[in-house]
């Protein structure tokens, strides 16, 4: 059993930053990936790391923009995301699965937090 409690959510302006974190306990050799829903929308990828952080994975339309990283000591993955624009505002899920797992599959994921609400104002 893995519990996952995300934080670092909030309301910004565009252009503003976030750092997300996600808080893993439980197993420690995992991928790890964020998610968001959008409202009114589905349940989109946003980034993903592997399990020894060697490799990142972003949605083309988050690229340069946000970065993911991985502390294993503290079983904790953050998502830092800079200029953020409108279109960012959505809830924030951060997810594990198996190392062996495939990153960009949302249904290999085994655990989810409960989300964090990131709110861009335009």
């Known amino acids: 059993q893995v519990q996952l409690v995300e934080s670092g959510g909030g309301l910004v302006q565009a252009g503003d930053s976030l750092r997300l974190s996600c808080a893993a306990s439980?197993?420690?050799?995992?991928?790890m990936g964020w998610f968001r829903r959008a409202p009114g929308k589905e349940r989109d990828f946003v980034s993903a790391?592997?399990?020894?952080?060697?490799?990142?994975y972003y949605v083309e339309s988050v690229k340069g923009r946000f970065t993911i990283s991985r502390d294993n000591a503290k079983n904790t993955v953050y998502l830092q995301m800079n200029n953020l624009k409108f279109e960012d505002t959505a809830v924030y899920y951060c997810?594990?699965?198996?190392?062996?797992?495939?990153?960009?599959?949302?249904?290999?994921?085994?655990?989810w937090g409960q989300g964090t609400e990131v709110t861009v104002s335009s």
């Open positions: 439980g197993r420690t050799i995992y991928n």
């Open positions: 790391i592997n399990w020894s952080g060697s490799y990142t």
């Open positions: 997810a594990v699965q198996p190392a062996s797992g495939n990153v960009l599959n949302s249904y290999e994921y085994n655990y």
